[in-house]
């Protein structure tokens, strides 16, 4: 099936085959998927395993539900580093070999130790598939489809992070409303139900493996690396002969003096500051807005709301429906309204829901009105930070160095999510959940304006274009 679009170089016009787009952007997607299974499912799991190992301070359960992202942090590093030596698609293999064994590897840990070390080690994947995933995606979408294929990244992020909260609730769903820590222990949700949500990952994992096979490499990964051939095979097959002369001839273009060994010194030339700068700073933001403890201590967030436990798995499961659905309606306007607008009115309307939040804790409301706000932020950040971003630092550098930059701006994107991660339990016993939201409040008004002043549009233009005219960043 093939629809025409007009490209965003008037000289031509193409027929994209949309077939082969789709199931492209499908299958590098489906690293997000793991991504959001991986990263959400300690959430739900969180009540059991912590009661299992006898977890009580709050710096062990920090740990706990931070430490996979050391491992982010080193996937992200392996990425940069060797995505640009090696290609985007055998790293994409190796994530996927990681997912599958770690998912086993923490149902069958038996002290807190060796989970530690699966945790650490499935950050790892979710640090490979955050990186390769959105720049393979953005490396293959025609222009005027980008955002939006891109994007669909972030979807299957959402519904990986539904899924984990499904089963997460199916699992725990007959967990009686008042029972004793002692009863989880003993009880089977406390000795095996847990196990059962992560093993689970390893299903998804082995359809991602065996689904990369058929799939090509990154055209621009190609030309690149001196096999221009191949990249114009690629790109005919995306949108015929005149599309894969005309990209072709515009990526060798922006080659020219590419020496083809990767060298992050490169990074700090005076034209790469600025993005640089932008990426890590969009990177940094779109965790310190808070959301991501949500997700991660959803438990906390709700029994302060006076839920109990079978009501708590119920809401983070609305959690993960809301993220999904409001992840479409960014599909649907990320390549109309564009980058800058989407970015503004998430960090704006999180300062504003963050603030209200705040006011309730402090005022002791619970229930409902809780539970209201709660989903709001989450369709706030889900139509706009979450995506966009991706979007964003996915297409701002230029194609010599892309891999290197992306790695160096999701390093800053996990190793903040780290810090956001473990200081919540600290910041919520010592301040409260009302000063710790008016915190992540404020953050995002400085977000805001940083955005405002310093986030140009890059909606419609290829990546030639975006890096041929140095954007006034």
């Known amino acids: ?75 992200a590093i392996v990425a940069g580093i060797l995505s640009d030596r090696f290609g985007r698609k055998p790293l994409l293999h190796c994530a996927a070999l990681l997912f599958a064994a770690t998912s086993i590897g923490n149902a069958l840990s038996p002290n807190f130790g060796i989970f530690i070390f699966w945790r650490m080690l499935g950050g790892t994947a979710i640090g490979l598939a955050s990186n390769l995933s959105p720049m393979y995606i953005a490396e293959i979408a025609p222009a ?37 820590d002692e009863f989880i222990i003993s009880s089977w949700y406390g000795q095996y139900g847990w196990r059962w949500m992560f093993a689970m990952t390893s299903v ?35 949108g015929g002969t005149s599309y894969a002369n005309a990209a072709s001839k515009e990526i060798e273009e922006t080659l020219k003096n590419d020496t083809k060994k990767v060298d992050f010194r490169e990074l700090f030339k005076p034209d790469l500051r600025k993005p640089l700068a932008l990426g890590i700073i969009l990177a940094v933001f779109q965790q310190w807005c808070g959301i991501n403890v949500i997700f991660n201590y959803a438990e906390e967030i709700f029994r302060a709301a006076n839920y109990d436990i079978s009501d708590v798995m119920k809401n983070i499961a ?18 109309k309204i564009g980058r800058r607008p989407l970015m503004l009115f998430g960090a704006g309307g999180l300062a504003v829901i963050y603030m209200i939040l705040g006011g309730c804790y402090m005022h002791k409301v619970q229930g409902f009105p809780m539970l209201i706000l709660v989903l709001s932020a989450i369709g706030c950040y889900a139509m706009s930070l979450a995506p966009v971003t991706w979007v964003v630092i996915s297409e701002i550098f230029p194609n010599r160095i892309r891999g290197a930059a992306m790695a160096v701006s999701v390093t800053a994107l996990w190793s903040a999510c780290f810090i956001l991660t473990y200081t919540f339990p600290i910041l919520n016993k010592k301040l409260g959940p009302a000063h710790t939201f008016w915190i992540y409040a404020a953050i995002c008004l400085v977000g805001f304006t940083y955005i405002f002043y310093r986030l140009p549009e890059t909606k419609g233009k290829t990546l030639e274009q975006i890096e041929k005219e140095q954007i006034q960043l």
Not at 163 to 168: E, G, M, P, T, Y
Not at 207 to 233: C, Q, T, Y
Not at 318 to 335: H, K, Q, R
């Open 1 to 75: 099936m093939t629809t025409p679009i007009q490209t965003s170089d008037s000289r031509i016009s193409v027929n994209y085959n949309l077939k082969y787009v789709w199931l492209i952007t499908i299958t590098a997607a489906l690293g997000g998927l793991l991504f959001g299974y991986d990263w959400v499912v300690i959430g739900g799991a969180k009540p059991f395993f912590e009661r299992y190992f006898r977890l009580t301070d709050p710096s062990q359960v920090g740990w706990a539900n931070s430490c996979a992202l050391i491992g982010c942090l080193v996937g």
């Open 144 to 180: 005027s489809m980008r955002g939006r294929l891109v994007s669909i990244n972030q979807l299957t992020i959402v519904m990986g992070i539904l899924l984990a909260q499904f089963i997460n609730w199916l699992i725990a769903r007959d967990v009686p409303k008042d029972a004793t």
């Open 204 to 238: 998804p994992a082995i359809i991602f493996f065996v689904s990369m096979f058929f799939v090509p490499e990154s055209p621009r990964w190609l030309a690149k690396n001196g096999r221009s051939k191949d990249a114009r095979e690629i790109l005919a097959k995306i």
């Open 318 to 335: 609305w959690t993960g429906s809301v993220n999904m659905a409001f992840t479409f309606v960014a599909l649907g306007v990320v390549d």
